[in-house]
């Protein structure tokens, strides 16, 4: 439901004009500001946590070629380029068996290892320290209004005074994620929300242990789906496959890694290198796709319009997609008067969405199948593997998708 107009509201202490707002600092919310801010466009920032905590939030950490350019092109990834390390391979351990797939060779393009609160740590120090950005820190109980009009609001509570404060603005970007106030300020009647439910949870861990592999590691296992990826030198991110409303507690050291061995230990490789787990949590695997991603003067970018499930790793590639999407849509309007990106935003930002959404699930299932219990999705999953291991078309494909090359901006 739509808050009250902004007229009833009798507590405001404070109002300013700023073309554009940005509910949410995450990767997509700074991209987009620091873009702005270079192109003379002002804006605002809200973020309803601390600065501290977003830059250790933990997160995603595989960011593909593609957005890594596009960043470099804006002067927002210097450091991710120093320190990330690259990697354009990743291996299935499958029967007893490793396979190594190397996707770089085919495709040209390589992931970026580069965990989400050290981007953002890059991106909201760019941002506020360099480039004089306005943002607002641990903000309450913010609000949208008049969306669907010509000069839409946004108010919010000052955390140190308490103080209700308002901006007036023509454009209201939400990047505050999936339980975030800005999808929830657009009427249900108003386009619709597509849900796929996988019907598994994922163990996500946090290891204080260096990384086991060099790559990333997919095991394939009747226990069910467990993978190794690299966060940094000291620490290594793994999942595994568990039932969806699992509670992590029932997941105590010593069962995380003998279970962590089961599924990934094959003849040939160094043993797993065990280590104190900092994050131990449950996902339920889901997605969910908002069309469209804009309702009046509110457009959505980032989990508030899309989440995919982190099988393959898309998410903050998404998010990044959307930003630089939408800031170049801002910066042809306030600067060229060139609406055409705005208007197009959701139906090119939407095709690499679904892109993304389709090759998820091909992908779950080929992780899921064999320990699914039906014999049927088990050999259709053998099948899939059998297939980009031993076709180039095959192998090409299934590389490109991965590494998202190919889909258009």
Wanted: hydrophobic letters at 40%.
């Amino acid at each position: 439901m739509i808050p009250p107009s902004p007229t009833s509201v009798t507590s405001v202490t404070s109002v300013q004009s700023v073309p554009v707002v940005i509910v949410g600092a995450g990767p997509a919310g700074l991209t987009l500001g620091n873009i702005l801010r270079a192109a003379s466009v002002d804006c605002v920032v809200l973020e309803t946590e601390s600065r501290e905590f977003i830059e250790q939030r933990p997160r995603a950490g595989f960011i593909e070629e593609w957005a890594v350019r596009a960043l470099q092109e804006r002067g927002l990834a210097e450091p991710l380029v120093q320190r990330a390390q690259a990697q354009g391979e990743c291996e299935f351990r499958v029967d007893g068996e490793r396979h190594r797939f190397r996707y770089a060779e085919l495709t040209g393009d390589r992931h970026f290892v580069y965990p989400q609160p050290l981007l953002v740590t890059d991106l909201v120090r760019e941002y506020a320290d360099v480039r004089g950005g306005a943002i607002r820190f641990g903000v309450r109980d913010v609000a949208l209004h008049g969306l669907d009009g010509d000069r839409p609001s946004v108010l919010y509570t000052d955390p140190e005074t308490g103080e209700r404060r308002r901006f007036d603005c023509e454009f209201v970007v939400g990047c505050d994620g999936a339980r975030g106030v800005t999808r929830a300020s657009v009427p249900q009647e108003h386009g619709s929300l597509a849900r796929y439910d996988y019907g598994v949870g994922w163990l996500a861990l946090l290891a204080e242990a260096p990384p086991s592999s060099d790559c990333v590691v997919f095991g394939i296992h009747p226990n069910g789906f467990a993978a190794h990826m690299a966060r940094s030198p000291e620490v290594t991110r793994y999942y595994l496959e568990v039932r969806p409303g699992e509670d992590p507690e029932n997941w105590p050291h010593a069962r995380v890694w003998s279970e962590l061995r089961t599924r990934l230990s094959v003849a040939g490789t160094p043993a797993l290198t065990e280590g104190r787990l900092i994050e131990k949590r449950v996902l339920d695997m889901h997605s969910y796709v908002v069309e469209p991603m804009t309702y009046g003067r509110l457009f959505l970018a980032g989990d508030a319009a899309h989440l995919v499930a982190p099988i393959a790793a898309k998410g903050m590639n998404l998010a990044l997609h959307d930003a630089l999407l939408l800031a170049d849509a801002f910066v042809a309007h306030f600067t060229a008067g060139d609406d055409s990106g705005l208007s197009a935003y959701s139906g090119a930002s939407l095709r690499r969405v679904w892109e993304y959404q389709e090759f998820s699930q091909w992908f779950a299932e080929l992780l899921h199948g064999p320990s699914s219990g039906d014999a049927y999705r088990a050999g259709s999953a053998g099948a899939r593997l059998k297939r980009i291991l031993g076709s180039p078309a095959a192998a090409t494909t299934f590389a490109n998708s991965y590494i998202g090359k190919g889909v258009a901006r």
